[in-house]
């Protein structure tokens, strides 16, 4: 075996074992992304404002209004679900619990609920069902990750953020709800992306099992995908969150070693 071989089989062998150990999110990789998932927010939520033509002390009073209504929807979503479907599983209500306090979530405050679906965020409330999650196959760290996307809605209130859009969105003049509709829409699927990414954000395995997930819900969910970017789009920015880590993680900091 000559030289070009030998290493070859090394960069091989060795490409495994850097997936088999457990890859942290690099300090420099998780501040990149919060600033700039932050800046892109803001820079949605303030052209927003402009073309309703509100001030940020309107927009502070039309939060506080829309926390109160999706207390509200909260409450009349949580009772339908208590009757249509049983409780939800104690195990998987016991691993939510774990995610939300290693999340910095005061469990307390946010429940569980058996919503025999796909998982959904309330305001105050994670919606899923264990029956579907089986009936996907999804494994327990692929449940996680996909529980952490929702933990991720309701730490950033996004049910609250679209709420209170939607009310300025009514009340605004006809001339300037066309050129506020399709920023409301870059909006919700910027909290699609945001919530994808605050789940990797928790761990490299479970950036890997968010992908991997999304692969597994593809033929089950031809409803959900108006809503939320394509799954296409979806496995292309958690791939390039992968390969940031781990080109972060590698010694010289340039080698993507998942790049074929
Ligand atoms: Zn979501």
Redesign the pocket.
Known sequence: MNRFNTALMFIICSIPSLYAQELSVPQAVHQRYTHELEQEHTSLINNLLRIFDVSNQEWQEELIQARRDSDQEDEACKARYTRMYDRINPELEARFHALLRAQGINGSDVIMINNGGFPE?GKGFVGCSKHSFDSMKLTVKEQDALLL??IA?IIHEDVVVWNALYSLLNKTPWYRKAAAFPLMVKWHWF??RR?DLTACLAGYSYAQALGEALRKIVPFSSTIQTS?PTFKSRARYIQAFCEHVVSDATTDGAVSVTKS
């Open positions: 965020a996307h929702e809605h909290k699609e919530a939320h």
